[in-house]
């Protein structure tokens, strides 16, 4: 019998979670949970890379695991746990922090550098080495695939080299993972900006559309978002990127096939085609805030205590073996 893959991913709990996050990532986790031995992470100590107040984001850990639980992830086939938790995460990113991993590979992140702008010198430390961190998270329970949208793909190549370095060094210690992304919807990006990412750390919310956004509030960010020159509904991310990333929403949120949608719209006009977005947005967004709105904040709480304790061995299994190839027992 072939051995079950092990898939691992997280979201940090900063910000609030968008459909980006849903279709680039979460969604994706959904539908492997039944396949593969999954693993999924409030990965907190990667939030604190940049300012966070500690109440909100005592409030975000739960609102994350809430979110994870409502987009389908289920606690009897899939561990869902705090990172902070399993403190093995931090001690093998500090062990990856001197063997494996060069500067060179930390001044190539192209996330460190969009994040920090212009403030390189004043960002924490913590915001540069975040890839190692991640690389730790994957890297402790032997993963075989990481899925996430695509911004952090260059984090999991890291991963691999530090894997790859560490094994040349100490032998056949860690699992080489590979990042898997969707086809489709990898990159969802801004409504009103259509050649940046939607993000959870805009300031400006009519770029994104959060999955506890209000749904009338919602359905007007479509209606507003902007569309290209022209008026064909055709899915062309070179020419029309503002309408590709609407009818890539359609087709990921509403269950279609985007040459359906193409063939559907072709004698529409965009406003037309907005409006039913809109409808589309409005019936996932009140499905998935029905769901969400039964689970309480102690049912999270219980949630991830369970996950904890169902991984806290691998973790720390894997931390003694580590620890002796290094000398330090
Ligand atoms: P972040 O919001 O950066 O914490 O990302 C959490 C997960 O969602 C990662 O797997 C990201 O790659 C994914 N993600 C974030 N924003 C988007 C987006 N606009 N489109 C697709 N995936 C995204
Ligand atoms: N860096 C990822 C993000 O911002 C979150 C993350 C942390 C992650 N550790 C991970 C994703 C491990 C996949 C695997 O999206």
Known sequence: MPTIKTIFSGIQPSGRLNIGNYIGAISQWVEMQSHYNCIFSVVDYHAITVKQDSEELRKRILEVTKIYLAAGIDPEKSIIFQQSAIP???????????????????????????????????????????????AADILLYDTDIVPVGEDQKQHVELARDIARRFNNEFGDIFKIPQAVVRQE?????????????????????????????????????????????????????????????????????????????????????????????????????????????????????????DGRKKIEKIANGKMERVRKSIGVR
């Not at 985007?258 to 809109?278: H, M, P, T, V």
Request: proline fraction near 2%.
């Open 185 to 305: 919807g990898a990159k969802i990006m801004s409504l009103l900006d259509p050649t940046r990412k939607m993000s959870k750390s805009d300031d400006n919310q009519n770029n994104c559309i959060a999955l506890l956004d209000d749904v009338a509030s919602a359905q007007k960010k479509i209606i507003r978002a902007v569309t290209d020159s022209g008026s064909e509904i055709v899915y062309d991310p070179l020419h029309k990127p503002a309408i590709a990333n609407l009818l890539t929403i359609y087709a990921q949120l509403g269950n279609r096939q985007i040459k359906r949608l193409e063939k559907d719209y072709a004698d529409k006009g965009y406003g037309d085609f907005k409006k039913d977005l809109a409808d589309i947005v409005l019936k996932f967004l009140t499905d998935f805030q029905s769901k969400y709105n039964k689970i309480s904040d102690n049912d999270a709480r219980e949630i991830l205590e």
């Open 88 to 134: 093995a995460h931090t001690e093998l990113a500090w062990i990856f922090n001197c063997y494996g991993t060069h500067m060179s590979d930390l001044n190539k992140m192209t996330q460190f550098k969009d994040k920090s702008g212009k403030n390189q010198e004043s960002v924490s430390v913590g915001l540069y080495d975040y890839p190692v961190l991640m």
